[in-house]
């Protein structure tokens, strides 16, 4: 009699579907969790960079050496996509630890030409998405690092 009851419950298979997918929701949501960071990320360095050319494209109209106004406005560009700041941030967690940016100027022979370039870097710390599972799995804090140069156009 168990036997058959056993065997029965052996060749049933009705709910493999629902074990099946109960044993793989886990790793399916892991990968979507971490396809969806990486994206965010690439989303911010995106953001970044756009702020650093525009400051960049700013930055090499300016005549050097750049004055103090010149550098305010280069970075109110870089970190609010606005002259003046008025925008809010364009790339997130400026006002975070960590957050630095700096502009750099030096001149580069070019065959028989000097040429000032400009180089902006910055130096965010990445938001993720999902802060508390990477505060759960006590992973360490990440950075988004971008720079662009631009030559000089001042005359």
Same mark, same amino acid.
Request: charge should be neutral.
């Given at each position: =009699?168990? !036997? /058959? %009851? %056993? +065997?029965? &419950?052996?060749? +049933?298979?009705?709910?493999? @579907? *629902?074990?099946? =997918? *109960? &044993? &793989? =929701?886990? /790793?399916?949501?892991? =990968?979507?969790?971490? /396809?969806?960071?990486?994206?965010y990320a690439f989303y911010q360095a995106s953001a970044l960079e756009r702020g650093l050319r525009a400051g960049a494209t700013? *930055?090499?109209?300016?005549?050097l050496p750049m004055s103090a106004d010149a #550098?305010?406005?280069?970075? +109110?560009?870089? #970190?609010s996509a606005s002259m003046d700041g008025a925008l809010g941030v364009s790339a997130s967690n400026w006002e975070a630890d960590g957050a630095t940016f700096t502009i750099t100027v030096t001149d580069r022979d070019v065959g028989?030409?000097?040429v000032s370039v400009i180089k902006l870097e910055a130096q965010v710390p990445f938001s993720p998405l999902t802060s508390q599972l990477w505060d759960l799995l006590d992973l360490p *804090?990440?950075?988004?690092?971008?720079? !662009?140069?631009? @030559?000089? &156009?001042? %005359?």
């Open positions: =009699m168990t !036997h /058959i %009851l %056993l +065997n029965r &419950l052996w060749t +049933n298979r009705r709910g493999n @579907a *629902a074990v099946e =997918m *109960a &044993l &793989l =929701m886990p /790793i399916l949501m892991v =990968m979507f969790a971490g /396809i969806t960071e990486i994206g700013y *930055a090499s109209r300016v005549e #550098k305010t406005i280069t970075e +109110n560009l870089v #970190k028989s030409v000097t *804090a990440q950075f988004i690092e971008v720079s !662009h140069e631009q @030559a000089s &156009l001042a %005359l």
